[in-house]
């Protein structure tokens, strides 16, 4: 039987759940799966560039990153229905005098982990293309996860920035959209009081990627059973669920460029992925 070695952040307890389901499906249609989890996106990049894994299941830092060590030789696959257009949010106190844009100049902004796409990448490089540079036009304050904690660590640093936002510690926040229709629906998370003062330019989220130098055949295997997968088979309905999709649609990676702006804005290649040795 064919095998592929899948990298997968274990971003959340559901994950191997998951990838539990969906390797099922793919060995009963003769793929048999080899998962390789990883608590971050840094030792994955490592391990995919060094031909340790074959296929990657990237967030959107994930891919761009990937992208950039791979000198784009990867080859992209698919990603989910709902990985298309998402947006990063700024947020203000509801009695707040900030209302555009340009009143953000001078003021405080709590933005999540620094290696966060949603909570920190993307809002930056849209600021940035709206004429605010960091540390000229506004303060950065960036609020990191608990380094022991495993799974959710973008979610805390944007929750960190929300609470902060809400104490009058800073004068904005940033998170991703999916995270704050979260808040909303989350009793346990306090929106009271504030306001979305502006939504980002559009960007893409997940995609798979594959080896360069992994057997095309073998790979567009993994693809047309991924992209034929159907939320109505009883072996994937909760898989897919749980990962948040209604069906696996062909990659796109032309709309990653406010991702891939602000991580050279930011250089976050060169800080935050020293570390990648290949």
């Given at each position: 039987m064919d095998k592929i070695r899948l990298g997968a952040v274990m971003s959340s307890p559901s994950v191997p759940e998951i990838w539990w389901e969906f390797g099922k499906y793919l060995?009963?249609?003769?793929?048999?799966?080899?998962?390789?989890?990883?608590?971050?996106?840094?030792?994955?990049i490592n391990s995919f560039l060094r031909g340790e894994i074959d296929v990657t299941?990237?967030?959107?830092?994930?891919?761009?990153?990937?992208?950039?060590?791979?000198?784009?030789?990867?080859?992209?696959?698919?990603?989910?229905?709902?990985?298309?257009?998402?947006?990063?949010?700024?947020?203000?106190?509801?009695d707040s005098d900030i209302q555009s844009l340009e009143d953000l100049k001078g003021k405080v902004i709590g933005f999540g982990s620094s290696d966060s796409a949603e909570g920190r990448i993307a809002p930056i490089s849209y600021l940035r293309n709206n004429g605010?540079?960091?540390?000229?036009?506004?303060?950065?304050?960036?609020?990191?996860?608990?380094?022991?904690?495993?799974?959710?660590?973008?979610?805390?640093?944007?929750?960190?920035?929300?609470?902060?936002?809400?104490?009058?510690?800073v004068d904005a926040s940033a998170c991703w959209i999916g995270m704050y229709n979260g808040w909303i629906n989350n009793p346990e998370v306090d929106t009271e009081g504030i306001r979305v003062l502006t939504e980002t330019s559009t960007f893409d989220h997940c995609i798979f990627c594959g080896r360069p130098d992994i057997d095309?055949?073998?790979?567009?295997?993994?693809?047309?059973?991924?992209?034929?997968?159907?939320?109505?088979?009883?072996?994937?309905?909760?898989?897919?669920?749980?990962?948040?999709?209604?069906?696996?649609?062909e990659g796109r990676t032309s709309n990653f460029k406010l991702l891939q702006d602000g991580c050279e804005y930011l250089n976050i290649f060169d800080n935050d992925f020293k570390d990648i040795n290949f």
């Open positions: 060995k009963d249609h003769g793929l048999e799966l080899e998962m390789v989890y990883h608590d971050f996106y840094k030792p994955q299941w990237n967030g959107p830092l994930g891919f761009v990153a990937t992208n950039h060590f791979a000198k784009g030789k990867q080859l992209n696959g698919p990603m989910r229905d709902t990985d298309l257009d998402t947006k990063s949010l700024i947020l203000v106190r509801e605010l540079d960091i540390g000229k036009d506004y303060t950065e304050k960036s609020f990191s996860a608990d380094p022991n904690q495993l799974f959710g660590t973008f979610a805390q640093g944007e929750r960190k920035a929300l609470k902060a936002l809400q104490d009058g510690e095309p055949d073998l790979y567009k295997k993994f693809v047309d059973l991924m992209i034929n997968m159907d939320k109505s088979d009883p072996r994937v309905q909760k898989g897919m669920e749980m990962e948040h999709l209604n069906k696996w649609i």
